[in-house]
Structures are given as C-alpha cells and as structure tokens.
C-alpha cells in the first residue's frame, strides 16, 4: 500500500499529477519533512489564494465525523459577524460535547464598546439557535488579547480530553491555533494562516500532552456571507484590518447610502436621523437620492460604487429586496460578510443586497 503524505499547513494529501488540485508539490518533495503544498507555499509567502475545488457540503461531511468523538469543542466566531459566522447545525456536528464559544476580532470593534454586555448578548443569541452555552471568551488572535484566557478555559473544561476548533471561513481560526501552540507548545505556523475562505483542508493534530491533541478543523464556507461573492483583492477591502471607525450620516427620509457597490439601504421613513455605520474603513460609503438610486447602480458599478470593480460579476438582475423596522428599541442592521447599521426606533428602511447575502435585524450591542 502505498504510503501518504498530508501538507503540514492546511492538511491536504500531497500530490504531484494535478497543480490545480490540493496538496500539489513537485514530486522531489513529497517524503520529505515539513512539506508544504505549493497553495499554502503561495499563501505564506505572497497572500495569494488558489481554488481548491471542496464546497460547504463537502466540509460539513468531514466535520460530521466529530460528534462520536470524546472532547471539547471550542468554536470560533467572528465577533464582526457573528450571525454571519454562526454554526447552525454545530450541534449535530459536534454532538454533546462541551463547547466553548471563542468570540475573536474583539479588537475590531470600538474601545468604548461594554464588553459584559457585549458577552451576555453572544450567549442570548447563541441560545436563540438552540446553543445552551456559558462559556464565552472575548478575544483578539491578532492583538494577543485573551489568548492566556481561552488556553485557562480550554484546560479547566478537556481534563485529559481532545480539543476540537471549529468555525467558519475568515473567522481568524487558523491565525488563533497558531497563536495558542506558540503560546502553550512553543511552536510557530504549523497551521496556514490567511484571510481567505477555505484555508484548512483537513484535521492538523497538535500533541497537548502525551495523550491528546488539539485538532484544526476545516473552515466551512458559508455562502450567505458576501465575502464569497467578492474577488481576492475586494476581500481585502471589505474584511477589517483594524478598529472600526464609526461612520455617521445624517439622512433625510428619501436618502440612500450605497456601501460600495455591494448592498445598499433605503431609509424611507422616520424623520431626519443618524445612521452609524461600522464596515471595514477600506469600504466607501456613498450618499444620494433613493429617487436615483437604481440608475446610480446601474450607471457607476465598478466606477464610484465599488467594489465590485467588475460590474460584470455582479448580476443587478440577482438582487433582492428585504424591508425591515426598527420598532420601539435601537437596532443593528446586519448584512453578512460584509458590516453593519446602528438606527435608532421607529425607523422604517428597505436593505438591498445579492440574493443570496443575508441581512438581519439584533437589538443593538453598540
């Protein structure tokens, strides 16, 4: 039988018949110690991503395998998107196990921002999706920020027992595995770290002790996030980098603002209001008229409404129309992969985005 051998970086089988598969590299290299294939090699060195040709149902298959697993599960979630990158069948995915909610990017979000509450509306929502969960940690993987924190709860809670991290696509995963083995194995990159969907192919194991490890799981795309429908280099422009700058604008019923081209809201009636707006401060944000709003779109896509850079990748046939309220509370108007709106009550708008982003409504955590 002939022997495998798996990419240390995102856990493919090494190959050397197709480059356009995961896990190639010339065959001179496949045996040796260390390999990295050459996608990961690409994204190590120069941030490039390359297709790898697995699709959500296919990381959902390999993920399913854990729930007659013994352990812990800790599941990362992008605090900027949390509804976007929420698990919804993380249960049955993981089965009874334990499960630590790791809320990273903690650092994205305003200073100011009231953490205790901020912590307390993460276990309401997750209880909402059917997730009975006390265990929350705020985190920052790239700042360093409650790392000591997580490792003190993932070892007050595994006993001798495997950890299994969990998340979807672009929620820092990768980049926080990489962070907890230097911090508590004193190793550095034995996982890939990027901030494109679909990094880790295939379960790394990291020794914890002699007796168990701490396991990457593959990242499952989720397709309502509008960081899929975007090119390489506009993904760079939507995901934050760094804090958020709250952007506030002062519409008149009848205005619209465009984020980018990529999603708009309509605010149609409520009485002149602030809009605060929290998106990646790379992502322009573009005020008129709702009254020219539609020829707008279709006159300066991928011109002063971008990105898309392309208007040729996004189907103004495809968008749909999704009319919302705030009621009597202030409320955050989610869209997904993408940022979000703080409006105050008794305001009535209509969301326009790709037909398959999702936009969503959540008391204000701001």
């Given at each position: 039988?002939?022997?495998?051998?798996?990419?240390?970086?995102?856990?493919?089988?090494?190959?050397?018949?197709?480059?356009?598969?995961?896990?190639?590299?010339?065959?001179?290299?496949?045996?040796?110690?260390?390999?990295?294939?050459?996608?990961?090699?690409?994204?190590?060195?120069?941030?490039?991503?390359?297709?790898v040709?697995?699709?959500?149902?296919d990381?959902?298959?390999?993920?399913?395998?854990?729930?007659?697993?013994?352990?812990i599960?800790?599941?990362?979630?992008?605090?900027?998107?949390?509804?976007?990158?929420?698990?919804?069948?993380?249960?049955?995915?993981?089965?009874?196990?334990?499960?630590?909610?790791?809320?990273?990017?903690?650092?994205?979000?305003?200073?100011?921002?009231?953490?205790?509450?901020?912590?307390?509306?993460?276990?309401?929502?997750?209880?909402?999706?059917?997730?009975?969960?006390?265990?929350?940690?705020?985190?920052?993987?790239?700042?360093?920020?409650?790392?000591?924190?997580?490792?003190?709860?993932?070892?007050?809670?595994?006993?001798?027992?495997?950890?299994?991290?969990?998340g979807?696509t672009?929620?820092?995963?990768?980049?926080?595995?990489?962070?907890?083995?230097?911090?508590?194995?004193?190793?550095?990159?034995?996982?890939?770290?990027?901030?494109?969907?679909?990094?880790?192919?295939?379960?790394?194991d990291?020794?914890?002790?002699d007796?168990?490890?701490?396991?990457?799981?593959?990242g499952?795309?989720?397709?309502?996030?509008?960081?899929?429908?975007?090119?390489?280099?506009?993904?760079?422009?939507?995901?934050?980098?760094?804090?958020?700058?709250?952007?506030?604008?002062?519409?008149?019923?009848?205005?619209?603002?465009?984020?980018?081209?990529?999603?708009?809201?309509?605010?149609?009636?409520?009485?002149?209001?602030?809009l605060?707006?929290?998106?990646?401060?790379?992502?322009?944000?573009?005020?008129?008229?709702?009254?020219?709003?539609?020829?707008?779109?279709?006159?300066?896509?991928?011109?002063?409404?971008?990105?898309?850079?392309?208007?040729?990748?996004f189907?103004?046939?495809?968008?749909?129309?999704?009319?919302?309220?705030?009621?009597?509370?202030?409320?955050?108007?989610?869209?997904s992969?993408?940022?979000?709106?703080?409006?105050?009550?008794?305001?009535?708008?209509?969301?326009?985005?790709?037909?398959?982003?999702?936009?969503?409504?959540?008391?204000?955590?701001?």
């Amino acid at each position: 039988m002939q022997e495998t051998y798996k990419c240390i970086g995102c856990g493919a089988t090494l190959q050397s018949e197709d480059p356009k598969k995961s896990g190639y590299v010339p065959a001179h290299n496949i045996g040796k110690e260390d390999v990295i294939c050459k996608r990961c090699f690409r994204l190590k060195h120069y941030n490039e991503v390359q297709d790898v040709g697995m699709d959500s149902e296919d990381f959902l298959d390999l993920l399913t395998g854990l729930s007659d697993k013994k352990g812990i599960v800790v599941n990362v979630i992008d605090i900027f998107d949390f509804e976007g990158s929420f698990i919804h069948a993380i249960k049955r995915i993981v089965g009874n196990k334990p499960i630590i909610l790791a809320a990273n990017k903690i650092d994205l979000l305003p200073k100011q921002i009231n953490k205790r509450r901020v912590t307390e509306w993460i276990k309401r929502t997750a209880r909402s999706y059917g997730l009975e969960t006390e265990v929350v940690v705020l985190l920052s993987a790239e700042k360093n920020i409650g790392l000591e924190t997580l490792l003190e709860t993932i070892e007050k809670y595994r006993g001798q027992d495997d950890v299994y991290i969990v998340g979807t696509t672009n929620v820092g995963k990768s980049t926080l595995i990489n962070k907890l083995i230097e911090t508590s194995v004193g190793e550095k990159d034995v996982v890939t770290t990027s901030r494109f969907p679909g990094t880790t192919l295939d379960m790394i194991d990291i020794p914890l002790n002699d007796d168990s490890f701490m396991f990457d799981t593959p990242g499952i795309i989720q397709e309502h996030q509008m960081t899929h429908l975007v090119s390489d280099k506009e993904l760079k422009i939507i995901m934050p980098k760094k804090e958020i700058k709250q952007r506030v604008f002062q519409l008149n019923e009848g205005q619209t603002l465009y984020f980018g081209g990529l999603a708009r809201i309509d605010y149609h009636e409520g009485g002149k209001r602030p809009l605060v707006c929290y998106f990646s401060n790379e992502l322009h944000i573009h005020r008129t008229k709702t009254e020219n709003a539609d020829r707008l779109w279709e006159t300066k896509l991928g011109d002063v409404l971008e990105p898309p850079k392309d208007p040729s990748q996004f189907n103004l046939d495809q968008i749909k129309t999704v009319k919302l309220e705030t009621g009597k509370h202030k409320k955050d108007v989610m869209i997904s992969g993408l940022g979000f709106i703080t409006i105050e009550s008794g305001a009535k708008f209509v969301v326009k985005v790709p037909r398959n982003v999702d936009v969503t409504l959540r008391p204000s955590i701001m």
